[in-house]
């Protein structure tokens, strides 16, 4: 992975990129890159690159040019089946300079337009830039692995990896919250690309392409979600056996596994939780890594979020080389300013910042590359979400039934303060808007309308604004078209996809906190192969009664230690409200939420967060914060330090001359005239 950005001309009457702020952009994206940097630039265009080297050391410069054109490309990411583009573009009379996937990228661009992209299996944001025809080309993978954003500003557009490259350069681009971005990000934990937190910032939805030529752009998807519909044809349908499933996703997960491995240059690693996910990949990647083969554990000083019996079993039986670390509330707190100026966006949960000592942790043992669990919750219905919706639309066909109420009480054993804990709280909680069981989104209410109790929180122009929009509605009326004939599970499974999963799991989660330290992610459940196997199976494959990933759990039986494969779904957790109110808690804490501060940022009042404030330091000497006050806290935190960082203050790249490619077409022609 690394750090892409550029500038373009949109008409005659803008001015020409300049070099500065390129170089700008590039310094603003070195922890994405540290290997090299590069830039091109002619008088419309200019395009800046920071490497980070995990294919083809020597040969893969960026930006890249096409031998047999005029087109220059920068490229994030890694395409995993570009050997077998290559011999295909190979035969068609195509020849190449380097070994390097992003030249394939390029040559197939050429060989079949935008159409190139639905033949891409990998993980990408890009642009390619053909002077000749004034077409700036930009796309991104169909999950959202990578990040990619961009702003029309001055008659230029300014499009980066990351929103600090965009502000990086031009100091006239406005620093502000967009009403829109926050509303979503306290209802659905994230706003949804196109949206975003910064007025006039844009992310480009995944599995998109964004067209600028004649002075006008144009953005359509090349690839959209399917799954089987309800009483469609077999086509789109896995029609094999639950035990022919089993082989299948064995021997799909297998290949996407060692792919990952293979098609690198530098050693790759693997993160280990302790859970079904990780711990597959974790195993399949040592079988296909060779000897020597690196895992990398969270432990928690907090013993409720500690997986460290099942992390030391997997790790043992595999016979990787295992590394952990252990975090505490305070080490949490400690780095939570640094984690929020890489996500770029609130977040509500302080998950996050311990995979960013993880990540600290894996570069500092020489690895570039890990692998992780990440897409198999989402692709094999492996959320308690999953199963609440499934319980919820049961029990809506019969509202007054008890019996079927009480199967709410399988739900979320792993949390202390469990919402099913205490029945008739449980099900009066649950039992909202049970007639609308068969509406879109329902099995996802529950979660927003949790989320968005925190905006209670608002200030007054705030709320004014939320409530002028119904971020729900909005997202909804987005759907595909074929939404309505999916089934109840593939209706849920698109929509975790879509949120929870592109915005805040592989972005605040992910990205931004593996490439905090130059680490690259690669994720086996999200290769196209095993997606659209895992969108083709049955429903009872994936969500069996209300045993969850019930396919996958039988590909791992044979491989895994039975405890790993037996036990309860726990998903990722960390100590979240409580680690800002440990003794000896950093003074930025009182800073950023302090009258003043709040008031300057314009998203809170001023009064409800010292009232909430007050709350978690009561809790301090011993007690639980409810789930919505841990995510409020958060939240608020989040934001105000999000204000600080970025719209109180104004990020610069570094500017630094050491370049490994400098095309400066405009320098050039000066000097020979």
């Known amino acids: 992975m690394c750090g892409i950005a550029g500038i373009l001309a949109l008409n005659a009457t803008a001015k020409p990129p300049s070099r500065e702020a390129l170089l700008r952009m590039a310094g603003a994206l070195a922890h994405r890159g540290p290997d090299e940097r590069g830039l091109y630039r002619d008088r419309r265009a200019g395009l800046a690159h920071a490497r980070l080297s995990v294919v083809d050391l020597q040969h893969g410069q960026q930006p890249l040019a096409d031998s047999d054109g005029p087109a220059w490309i920068v490229f994030n990411g890694e395409i995993f089946n570009y050997l077998e583009l290559r011999d295909r573009l190979f035969a068609l009379g195509h020849r190449f300079r380097t070994r390097s996937d992003t030249e394939v990228v390029l040559h197939a661009y050429r060989e079949w337009g935008e159409a190139a992209f639905e033949r891409m299996n990998g993980q990408w944001a890009l642009a390619i830039w053909d002077p000749a025809a004034g077409r700036l080309v930009l796309s991104r993978d169909r999950y959202g692995i990578c990040p990619l954003h961009f702003c029309e500003h001055g008659g230029c557009l300014f499009f980066a990896s990351e929103v600090k490259a965009i502000f990086a350069a031009e100091i006239s681009i406005p620093r502000a919250f967009d009403p829109a971005g926050i509303d979503q990000t306290f209802t659905m934990w994230t706003a949804v690309a196109p949206q975003n937190v910064f007025q006039g910032i844009r992310e480009l939805p995944p599995g998109h392409v964004r067209l600028y030529e004649n002075d006008a752009a144009r953005e359509y998807p090349f690839w959209q979600p399917r799954f089987p519909e309800i009483d469609g044809e077999a086509r789109d349908r896995f029609g094999g056996s639950l035990g022919e499933a089993v082989e299948e996703v064995r021997l799909m997960l297998e290949g996407a596994t060692a792919l990952r491995i293979v098609q690198a240059d530098v050693p790759v690693?693997?993160?280990?939780?302790?859970?079904?996910?990780?711990?597959?990949?974790?195993?399949?990647?040592?079988?296909?890594?060779?000897?020597?083969?690196?895992?990398?554990?969270?432990?928690?000083?907090?013993?409720?979020?500690?997986?460290?019996?099942?992390?030391?079993?997997?790790?043992?039986?595999?016979?990787?080389?295992?590394?952990?670390?252990?975090?505490?509330?305070?080490?949490?707190?400690?780095?939570?300013?640094?984690?929020?100026?890489?996500?770029?966006?609130?977040?509500?949960?302080?998950?996050?910042?311990?995979?960013?000592?993880?990540?600290?942790?894996?570069?500092?043992?020489?690895?570039?590359?890990?692998?992780?669990?990440?897409?198999?919750d989402e692709m094999f219905a492996g959320y308690d979400l999953f199963r609440e919706g499934k319980v919820r639309r049961f029990w809506g066909r019969q509202p007054a039934s008890i019996k079927r109420a009480r199967l709410l009480e399988r739900l979320y054993p792993y949390l202390s303060r469990s919402p099913v804990h205490q029945q008739a709280l449980a099900r009066q909680f649950f039992g909202r808007n049970i007639e609308a069981h068969a509406a879109a989104g329902f099995a996802h209410d529950t979660r927003w309308r949790t989320t968005s109790a925190i905006k209670r929180l608002f200030c007054p122009d705030m709320r004014a604004a939320s409530e002028r929009r119904d971020a729900v509605s909005e997202l909804l009326s987005t759907l595909p078209a074929e939404f309505p004939r999916w089934s109840p599970l593939a209706q849920d499974q698109h929509i975790e996809i879509r949120t929870l999963m592109s915005g805040y799991l592989l972005s605040s989660q992910g990205d931004r906190m593996l490439m905090a330290h130059s680490i690259e992610g690669r994720f086996p459940f999200l290769d196209d192969n095993v997606v659209t196997l895992a969108n083709a199976l049955p429903d009872s494959y994936k969500l069996r009664g209300l045993d969850e990933k019930h396919v996958l759990k039988r590909v791992a039986a044979p491989v895994l230690p039975p405890q790993v494969v037996a036990r309860k779904k726990q998903p990722y957790r960390a100590p979240n409200a409580l680690s800002f109110f440990t003794d000896g808690a950093p003074a930025y804490i009182g800073d950023a939420l302090s009258e003043t501060a709040v008031r300057a940022a314009g998203v809170f009042d001023p009064q409800s967060v010292n009232r909430l404030v007050g709350k978690c330091r009561a809790r301090t000497g011993g007690g639980d914060m409810s789930n919505s006050d841990n995510m409020a806290l958060v939240g608020v935190l989040s934001t105000q330090l999000l204000h600080q960082q970025f719209v109180a203050t104004r990020p610069a790249g570094v500017t630094n001359p050491d370049l490994s490619i400098d095309v400066d077409y405009e320098h050039r022609e000066r000097e020979l005239a």
């Open 269 to 376: 690693g693997c993160y280990l939780s302790g859970g079904l996910d990780s711990s597959l990949v974790a195993t399949l990647g040592r079988r296909f890594a060779g000897e020597r083969f690196q895992t990398f554990s969270l432990r928690f000083a907090d013993a409720e979020y500690d997986e460290t019996e099942f992390q030391r079993l997997v790790a043992d039986a595999s016979g990787s080389e295992h590394h952990e670390i252990v975090v505490s509330r305070g080490e949490i707190a400690a780095v939570f300013p640094e984690v929020i100026r890489h996500t770029e966006r609130p977040i509500l949960r302080t998950a996050p910042a311990p995979l960013f000592l993880l990540s600290r942790l894996v570069r500092e043992r020489g690895i570039k590359v890990v692998l992780t669990g990440e897409g198999a």
